[in-house]
Structures are given as structure tokens and as C-alpha cells.
């Protein structure tokens, strides 16, 4: 996964959370919760995308290391 992708991700997590977090301030709970859950949601997956990322790494190094 690359980096600007990851970081669009993270961007897209923060704007969920701070449009949740003002609804929340304003009374519309059922519209905040709904964004925060997609705050959530999003910040799993970009922990999966990362995790693949790692995987896949560590599998070309070793297949370096074996062909070595």
C-alpha cells in the first residue's frame, strides 16, 4: 500500500470524526454515531491495508533470502 494512499485514508478517518464529533455537540446523536462508526470502519480497514502491506514485505524478503 502506498503512502499517499495511507495518508488519504488517515485524512478521511479525522474528517469522519470531527463532522461526528459536531453533530454530537449539536444534539444530532443518531448523525454522529452513524459517522463515528464510519470513522471506526474506515480506520480498520486502513490497519488491514497496512498489515498487508507488512505481510507482503516480509514474504519478498524472504524469498530474497532464499534465492540468495
Do not use: P
Not at 9 to 38: C, T
Not at 41 to 55: A, D, F, H, M, W
Amino acid at each position: 500500500m502506498d503512502r499517499e494512499r495511507l495518508l488519504a485514508i488517515a485524512s478521511e478517518v479525522k474528517d469522519f470524526s470531527s463532522r461526528a464529533i459536531e453533530l454530537i455537540r449539536q444534539g444530532k446523536y443518531v448523525e454522529g454515531h452513524s459517522l463515528m462508526r464510519q470513522a471506526v470502519e474506515t480506520g480498520r480497514r486502513s490497519r488491514g491495508l497496512i498489515k498487508e502491506g507488512q505481510i507482503q514485505q516480509a514474504l519478498q524478503a524472504l524469498e530474497e533470502t532464499h534465492q540468495g
